[in-house]
């Protein structure tokens, strides 16, 4: 095997190993985070056990777990059992925890009891990012991810889904009945294994009816019309990607656009875009500290209360207007097909005719106006 680069022995033993610090150098990630994380109050931030208890057994240090934890972030890291794996096996993970390897349902506990006082640690490194000069500050871009949870599409229902399997089980019901009536009437009795299976089957389909009656008494009390068996907050979504949508949470994030840093994230149950524009845009804009924000999101932020209250905040937002009228669709004309004249406050229609606001009224808070021309329009044969 010549000519290759000779590669060395796992058997040989060596008088003096390297150390660690050798295999980290020093443009590493890993020496930011742990210079980062060495440097927060994580009292003051509200973090769990930061003082150690004078009995018992002792725990992993918060620091530790935190560092852990970014670093997990950083790469994407995302399962307790995957960072459990890698704090054994990583050469950087093992530099930064120590050579501490906690178990998965130590890292799963200290992410839920700490879930607050992470945010409060992730908002100060933005602010350090600020101060370094690595946030924009002047435009940002949001947009929202859908996550599944570990809730299943079986175990989340609606009142459609429960009629749905409601009305299947039952109809399963009644066909197990009718086979053990045709069972009775055959001149031939059918062998006994086969009658304690059909018996036994319809015994756990009327079991199956009486949980569904149950999960419909919850229902009633569900505020959003929605209940998940495993993850209590988990919500359907629709999502452009999966006709069946997902079962999971919507995670809204405002990303700088030079250095394309998070700056602000917030985790909703909710599946529609459209309410979030106004409060990630003026989280947005606490965390960057720019006295104006302009603001970029796609056509399901649009929502007009919320563009004029961003207005007002002096954030910018431009967002498309998205087209939801069925006009088109019917063979009619659109909204987009009239020209607004601002001076005479009146609109041009396709025809050329003159449309003068003849009325105004208000619905669900927002004032309509209403513009047409009664002799014009009643002649209109479009």
């Not at 003051?44 to 150690?52: D, K, M, Q, S």
């Not at 053990?180 to 009795?189: F, K, P, Q, S, Y």
Request: with cysteine; aromatic share 8%; net charge negative.
């Amino acid at each position: 095997m010549g000519r290759f680069v000779e590669a060395s022995d796992s058997h040989q033993p060596s008088l003096l190993p390297p150390c660690l610090e050798d295999y980290v150098g020093p443009d590493n990630p890993v020496r930011v985070i742990d210079a980062f994380v060495d440097e927060l109050d994580l009292g003051a931030l509200g973090f769990t056990r930061v003082h150690p208890a004078a009995t018992g057994r002792p725990g992993y240090a918060p620091g530790m777990m935190l560092k852990l934890y970014i670093y997990g972030y950083v790469h994407q890291l995302t399962s307790s059992r995957k960072l459990e794996r890698e704090a054994g096996r990583n050469v950087e993970l093992m530099w930064l925890t120590g050579k501490l390897a906690p178990d998965f349902k130590t890292i799963a506990d200290f992410r839920h009891d700490n879930a607050l006082a992470i945010k409060q640690a992730c908002q100060r490194f933005i602010a350090v990012c600020r101060a370094l000069g690595l946030v924009g500050g002047s435009v940002v871009a949001i947009d929202g991810s859908k996550f599944r949870a570990v809730n299943t599409h079986e175990r989340n229902f609606t009142k459609a889904k429960l009629a749905r399997r409601k009305a299947h089980v039952e109809e399963t019901i009644e066909q197990y009945m009718a086979d053990l009536d045709a069972a009775d009437r055959a001149d031939a009795a059918p062998p006994a294994a086969t009658m304690e299976r059909l018996k036994e089957r319809l015994a756990l389909l009327r079991g199956r009816l009486v949980e569904l009656e149950e999960i419909g008494r919850q229902l009633e009390t569900a505020p959003d019309g929605q209940l998940s068996l495993t993850d209590a907050d988990a919500r359907a979504m629709a999502t452009a990607n999966d006709r069946h949508g997902v079962v999971g949470y919507n995670m809204q994030t405002a990303v700088d656009a030079r250095h394309h840093l998070v700056v602000a994230h917030e985790l909703t149950n909710k599946g529609s875009d459209r309410s979030q524009l106004l409060p990630m845009a003026t989280a947005a804009k606490i965390e960057t500290q720019a006295e104006s924000l302009t603001v970029l999101a796609d056509r399901g932020y649009y929502e007009g209360w919320q563009l004029r209250a961003c207005d007002e905040a002096g954030i910018t937002a431009l967002v498309p207007k998205p087209d939801t009228s069925p006009a088109r669709a019917r063979g009619l004309w659109a909204k987009d097909d009239f020209t607004y004249r601002p001076d005479t406050d009146t609109y041009r229609c396709p025809m050329g005719e003159e449309l003068p606001n003849r009325f105004s009224r208000e619905e669900d808070g927002k004032i309509l106006h209403f513009y047409f021309n009664q002799k014009a329009c009643q002649g209109c044969s479009s």
